[in-house]
């Protein structure tokens, strides 16, 4: 089965200092990735997805085809980056994308 | 740009009522769905439909069903309402136009079941 996995359900970082994110998926094919964010009430909304290989609000992510990892990085991390982030993926044959778990990202001042 | 909408943002229902909840897009998005959002357990899939009267089961569509009678509006039924479904329930609609379907989240509804 095709799967997103988020290691961990709490990272908490200082203002400032690099933040990393993690996601892995299980192989299947080139797969289309994103990283979805939900602030403090507000909706879910798309953060950046690897296919337009942006840089959002400061964020990146990179594929890594050998160890199916889709990480999100920022290298100073901001208090209004505290959020929900969660990684996923569009299945095979399109419709349905699957979410990890979800990490939650507090950024201490 | 894209709006979600969701007719609940709070419900509170006792076990055994029949719950609707509806989500309504106004970018004529072929596809819709419907997750709930559990702490820890990420976005579960319950229904998601492709085209109008179309439907089809997700990761846990048991204890709901869905409606789409019409292309812009997704109904999601608790027939007989227990407290193993309180939760927040996202909808969310997505577009073949996008290559990458992205999805578009609605505001979500907490729904307490007692």
């Known amino acids: 089965a095709q799967r997103v996995t988020q290691p961990e359900k709490l990272l908490s970082v200082f203002k400032g200092a690099p933040v990393e994110l993690k996601c892995n998926y299980s192989?299947?094919?080139?797969?289309?990735l994103f990283w979805y964010v939900q602030y403090s009430r507000q909706r879910l909304q798309l953060l950046l997805r690897?296919?337009s290989r942006e840089s959002i609000k400061g964020f990146t992510a990179d594929l890594n085809k050998g160890e199916t990892s889709f990480h999100l990085k920022k290298p100073f991390a901001q208090e209004e980056d505290s959020a929900m982030y969660y990684c996923?993926?569009?299945?095979?044959?399109?419709?349905?994308?699957?979410f990890g778990a979800g990490t939650r990202l507090f950024v201490k001042a | 740009d894209v709006k979600v909408t969701q007719s609940s943002r709070y419900l509170v229902k006792r076990t055994g009522e029949k719950v609707f909840l509806e989500c309504v897009q106004d970018?004529?998005?072929?596809?819709m769905f419907w997750y709930r959002q559990d702490p820890g357990l990420g976005l579960r899939l319950i229904y998601f439909?492709?085209?109008?009267?179309?439907?089809e089961k997700g990761d846990i569509p048991e204890g709901y069903s869905v409606s789409r009678e019409k292309k812009e509006r997704f109904s999601l039924i608790l027939e007989s309402a227990s407290t193993n479904q309180t939760s927040m329930y996202l909808c969310?609609?997505?577009?073949?136009?996008?290559?990458?379907?992205?999805?578009?989240f609605g505001p979500g509804t907490r729904l307490l079941v007692l």
């Open positions: 969310a609609s997505s577009t073949h136009r996008d290559t990458t379907e992205t999805q578009y």
């Open positions: 192989y299947s094919g080139s797969p289309e």
């Open positions: 690897h296919i």
């Open positions: 996923a993926r569009l299945l095979t044959g399109g419709f349905k994308t699957i």
């Open positions: 970018m004529d998005h072929e596809n």
């Open positions: 439909s492709y085209d109008v009267k179309m439907k």
